[in-house]
């Protein structure tokens, strides 16, 4: 066995990476390894073209990399396929690199090349060429999938949250909090910061930054804002863009387009923007708000120097884990959540920071510097300094084969989400039948649950797959979210053009799935809006070729009788229906007409489908006939016709059996005849 301080240098080898919040704890802890333990080697095991690539080498310590993938969104036979290929490539190189420069100890940090690396040892392990002992740091409230799978072969697993922990199998692991960089950990101060960085001492610094690639909603939101935060004095917006990376997005150049969008160019003195801010630690120092992602390194390192921080979590990542974690801080007053919210841009429905919503949340915060004071103090009582001195204790005792030290007590976090917290990791079938069970049984949501919830249904109605935004539509109309009509009734409108081999076709297709087109039509009927956005997408409906469409399309009309009354071209639509060859949209737009119908055609219409072959259609048109009477829009020469075609109406089935909800309509039709002789009727 290797000592630490003895001839042989232990050879500590770190992985994890795709983005800065896992390449910097791993770093944190290096360094802190050198401290305990001066002698030791490193190397770094990552992939290419990602965070690690900028951040490691400046360290001194070696870069490897490897093949490594993501587990893909969709289950695609395809998509799993190029996965596995790659895993069983990284796994391949991986065990090479392990074989060649054999380990004392692994530390690995997250991101999906950690993964192979793990499962690597693992299988040298199992083979019996190796025994090197695996760390494993879990930076979010709730773990990737890729790093519940290596947390089987780890010898120890950190979290930094207590919420990751149940995730892991039980004794491996434990609560250590976060490691954060000792230059984060000991700033500057405030003055020499601003000193350094060449900043007036009586500006207000907002930083913004979203993380190493940059995030497209941060870059457009804040120069979006830059005209409404121009009438705030005094300010100063410091922006980091982000670097190109391999995900095909470019920060520097998507930032440029959008500054030149502007009526005008941003005022210098207002606005400075680079792609990447270096050292972060110093900017971090400068700043008194900071609006970020919530990665769980960004989250941290605002609890370590104190700062108040507006954070807008990226939507759907696996575990929700950046809105958890950012709720998680909500939760215990330090620091305030925006969340993105779904856009429609030519035709497609993204998601995206409000500039608008964004510039009123920063300049009121800009303007209460006891609120500013006060997140700062309350994120700063959850830092954990001593987590990286720890963990690089705990990871040199495995590579020495000695026992771990005994983790200092947590900090005590809140539950990642507070009020929230029933709903969180509920997939949407789940969510559903909970909203709908508070409605039925109470208590009712509070303004956080809403909140959250929305969330929940805005990643819904912004997903790239029919099934996502059919969930999407269910949640809104659960939830009766008025604020997303425009989308929702923009899924039963769009229409797009069939393309093959690259010229346009005659005629035209839905871009939605008919599922979602029916569904959305219902979401409408709950959430109860009229306007021309409903409106439209209720015409739509009423000619469209898929049936169940058709019948949700008349069952909204239905719902919004008041709105659509007079309105000559839908009732023209209902009317056409009721000759409708499936008896389920005949039957929709039978009882319909009742509310909406007002030519003089419709009582005959009506009583025309007394003798239709399916009985639910005349339960339909009895039903619509007695609204009729209800809204005194029979004249007195038709009461003979309807009475003579009540008297011929069939009220058994083929069977010979009674129909109970065919004579139930007649009766409730028998009884408003008879009150209707008192009433003068409308003519």
């Not at 893909?72 to 420069?101: D, H, K, N």
């Not at 500039?355 to 009582?381: S, Y």
Request: hydrophobic share 45%.
């Amino acid at each position: 066995m290797k000592e630490c301080r003895g001839y042989d240098a232990m050879n500590y080898l770190l992985t994890g990476g795709g983005t800065g919040g896992h390449v910097y704890p791993a770093l944190a802890i290096a360094e802190q390894i050198r401290l305990v333990d001066p002698g030791a080697s490193f190397l770094y095991v990552g992939v290419r073209g990602r965070a690690e690539e900028h951040l490691v080498p400046v360290t001194g310590i070696p870069l490897r990399r490897i093949p490594a993938a993501g587990l893909p969104a969709a289950s695609s036979p395809l998509a799993l396929a190029r996965f596995a290929a790659t895993e069983v490539a990284g796994i391949a190189r991986a065990m090479a690199l392990l074989r060649r420069w054999r380990p004392d100890v692994i530390v690995g940090t997250g991101g999906y090349v950690s993964a192979p690396v793990v499962l690597a040892n693992a299988l040298l392990t199992r083979c019996g060429v190796s025994r090197t002992p695996v760390v494993l740091h879990e930076q979010n409230a709730v773990p990737g999938r890729l790093n519940r799978l290596a947390g089987a072969w780890a010898t120890l697993i950190a979290s930094s949250y207590p919420s990751a922990v149940p995730f892991f199998p039980k004794g491996k692991a434990v609560v250590s909090g976060y490691p954060v960089r000792s230059k984060i950990a000991e700033p500057l101060s405030r003055d020499e910061a601003r000193r350094e960085l060449r900043i007036e001492p009586d500006r207000r610094v907002v930083l913004v930054f979203g993380g190493s690639l940059g995030s497209r909603s941060l870059n457009r939101g804040i120069v979006g804002a830059l005209p409404a935060l121009g009438a705030v004095e005094g300010l100063l917006i410091i922006h980091a863009t982000g670097r190109p990376g391999r995900g095909g997005y470019d920060p520097v150049a998507d930032t440029a387009r959008a500054a030149a969008a502007l009526p005008r160019p941003p005022d210098p003195n207002l606005y400075r923007s680079s792609d990447y801010l270096d050292p972060m630690s110093t900017y971090l120092a400068a700043a008194d708000l900071v609006v970020s992602r919530a990665g769980a390194g960004t989250l941290n390192e605002l609890c370590a120097i104190r700062r108040a921080g507006l954070l807008v979590p990226k939507a759907n990542l696996p575990g929700d884990h950046q809105v958890r974690n950012a709720l998680a801080l909500q939760a215990a007053g330090a620091a305030e959540v925006l969340y993105e919210r779904p856009v429609r841009i030519d035709e497609t429905v993204v998601e995206q920071i409000s500039p608008d919503e964004l510039a009123v949340r920063i300049t009121a915060l800009m303007n209460d510097p006891g609120r500013l004071a006060e997140l700062g103090d309350r994120a700063g009582a959850l830092a954990t300094p001593g987590a990286a001195r720890w963990l690089a204790t705990a990871v040199v005792h495995l590579a020495q084969g000695r026992p771990v030290e005994p983790v200092p007590p947590p900090v005590p976090w809140p539950d990642a989400g507070g009020d929230t917290d029933r709903f969180a990791l509920l997939p949407a079938s789940a969510l559903l039948n909970s909203i709908r069970s508070r409605q039925k049984n109470g208590p009712p949501l509070s303004p956080q649950e809403r909140s959250y919830l929305a969330y929940r249904t805005d990643g819904y109605l912004a997903a790239s797959g029919w099934e996502g935004r059919n969930w999407g539509v269910k949640l809104a109309g659960a939830l009766c979210y008025g604020a997303r009509v425009d989308i929702i009734s923009a899924f039963v409108v769009e229409r797009r053009r069939h393309h093959r081999a690259g010229f346009a076709l005659v005629g035209l297709s839905h871009a939605q799935n008919g599922f979602v087109r029916r569904n959305a039509l219902t979401a409408l009927a709950e959430i109860g809006v009229w306007n021309g956005d409903v409106r439209r997408a209720a015409l739509c409906a009423l000619r469209d070729c898929y049936f169940e469409v058709r019948s949700a399309g008349v069952l909204l009309v239905d719902s919004m009788a008041e709105f659509v009354r007079g309105d000559g071209e839908i009732e023209d639509a209902v009317l056409t229906l009721t000759d409708d060859p499936r008896f389920e949209v005949r039957a929709a737009a039978l009882a319909a007409l009742g509310v909406v119908g007002q030519g003089p055609d419709t009582v005959s219409r009506l009583t025309s489908h007394f003798l239709d072959a399916n009985w639910r259609v005349r339960a339909a048109a009895v039903k619509g006939l007695t609204r009729m009477l209800e809204r005194h829009l029979v004249s007195r020469d038709d009461l003979t016709r309807v009475s003579d075609a009540i008297s011929g109406l069939l009220i058994t089935s083929t069977g010979f059996k009674p129909l109970f909800e065919l004579k139930d309509a007649l009766a409730s039709l028998s009884r408003t005849l008879r009150g209707y002789d008192s009433a003068e009727p409308a003519v």
